[in-house]
C-alpha cells in the first residue's frame, strides 16, 4: 500500500495534524456515510460500479477484437478523457502491437496534420470519448479522423469507430445511425474521476496494460480508505496536510519526482486537483516538477525564492532499471560514479533534494511500491477520494467546473454556435 512521510522543520507537524484531522473528522465521515448531495457524482466512489468483473470481461473482449486489427488506436478526448489512460500508458505500457496515438486535445493545425500522417500506411481504429459531446476539441478531431477513415476504408470505416459517451446523447444517437461501436461514459461521474470505468480502461487494455490488475489497485486501495478510521487513512491525512497548510498561507502546491515515467501522470494530478479546488476565489494552485531536469530551471526559485508553496514528492521504491556507469578509457573527472548503478544516483538525487528542500518548505513523500498497473490503480483512488476529501474541507463543490464552462461560451461565440 502507498505510505506518506512528513518532511517539516516544524516540531509540532505531527501534533497540529491530529488535532486537524480530529477537527475535520465529520467530513470524512458524511463522506462515508455517503452523501445525497453529490450522488449524482459519486459514481466512481464504489470501483465495482463500473468496473466489476462482467463490465471488465465486456471491454477486454473488445479491446481484444482491436487489437487483432489495428495497427494504430487514436484516442480522442480531452482533459479527463484521456489524461488518466495516457499517463498509465506512457508510464508501462511494453506491450508495442499497436501504437496509441492522441487527438482531441488540441486545435493546432500543424499539430492535427502531423496527426493525421502518422496514420499513413496503417490500421486505424479511433475511440471518440465525449460525456456529452459538445466539447469542441474532441468534436473537431472526430471529424477529421471520420472523414480519414471514410476516405480509407468506405463503408467499413463504421466497424473501426468506438464512442464513448452516455445514454441519450448525441453521440449515442450518432453511433445508432451509423453503425459505430458505443461504450457507456457513466452519467454519475465526471471526466476527471473516470480512470477507472470504460473511459480509461478499453484504452489501456488496448494498449496490453493489465487493465484488471488496475481496478484490483483501486478497489483495494478503496476497501483501506474506506475502513472508517482516520487514523490509518493516508488520503485523509492528505488532504488534511494540503489543507493545513493552505490556511498557513502557502499558494501552491508541488507534484515532483525523479521517475519521467510519471511524466503524464502528473498532468492527470494538475488537472484533477485544479478543476476541483479552483473555485469562489480558494484553492491551492497545482503544479509539477520532473526532477532532475528541472532542478536546473525552478530549483533556485523553490530553494531561494518566495515561500509560497509545499512539495509533494512520488519515490517508487521498487528498482524498475539498472545501468551502470562503468569506468572507460577516457579521464572525465567522473571516476567517482565508477561501478555505480544510476538507480542509486537517482535516489542520492531525491534524498538530497528533499534535505534541501525542507530547510525551507514543508515537503510530503507518497512511497510507491512499483510502478505497474495495480499501483496505478492504487494512485488514482488515492488522490480521487482525497481530492474529495480536500474540496469538502475547502468548502467548495468538488465535481462542478463552472469557470471551464466560461471559455467555451466565448470560444462558441467567436466561432458562430
Known sequence: MLNLKIEDKNPNIKQELKEYMEGKRSVLNQILEGETDYKDSLGWFHTAE???????????????????????????????????????????????????????????????????KSLEGKSVYIDCIAKNFETLEPGASFRILRKFLYERYGEQAGKRMIATGTRGSSLEKLCKKHGYTF???????GGRFSAVTSVGLLPMAVAGIDMKSLVRGAADMEKQLHKGGSEENPAYEYACLRNMYYEKGYKLEMLAGFEPQLRWFYKWWVQLFGETEGKENKGLFPVAAEFCEELHAVGQYIQDGAPLMFETFLDVQEQNAS?????????????????KDFWDMNKASFHA?????????????????????????????????????????????????????????????????
Open 183 to 189: 461504450l457507456e461514459f457513466p452519467q454519475n461521474v
Open 323 to 339: 545501468l551502470y556507469a562503468e569506468q572507460d578509457r577516457v579521464e572525465d573527472g567522473f571516476d567517482y560514479l565508477n561501478g
Open 50 to 116: 463500473w468496473a466489476d468483473v462482467e463490465q471488465t470481461e465486456r471491454i477486454q473482449k473488445l479491446a481484444d477484437e482491436i487489437r487483432e486489427e489495428a495497427d494504430v488506436f487514436v484516442i480522442v478526448g480531452v482533459g479527463g478523457s484521456n489524461n488518466a489512460a495516457r499517463s498509465v500508458i506512457e508510464a508501462i505500457q511494453t506491450d508495442r502491437k499497436v501504437e496509441i496515438v492522441y487527438a482531441g486535445h488540441t486545435l493546432s493545425p500543424y499539430a492535427l496534420n502531423q496527426m493525421l
Open 353 to 417: 533534494t528533499v534535505k534541501a528542500h525542507r530547510e525551507k518548505l514543508p515537503c510530503l513523500i507518497l512511497e510507491i511500491e512499483k510502478l505497474d498497473a495495480y499501483h496505478f490503480g492504487q494512485l488514482f483512488y488515492f488522490f480521487l477520494f482525497a481530492c474529495y476529501v480536500s474540496a469538502r474541507i475547502l468548502e467548495v463543490n468538488p465535481f462542478d467546473q463552472p469557470g471551464v464552462e466560461a471559455y467555451k461560451k466565448w470560444m462558441f461565440e467567436a466561432l458562430g454556435k
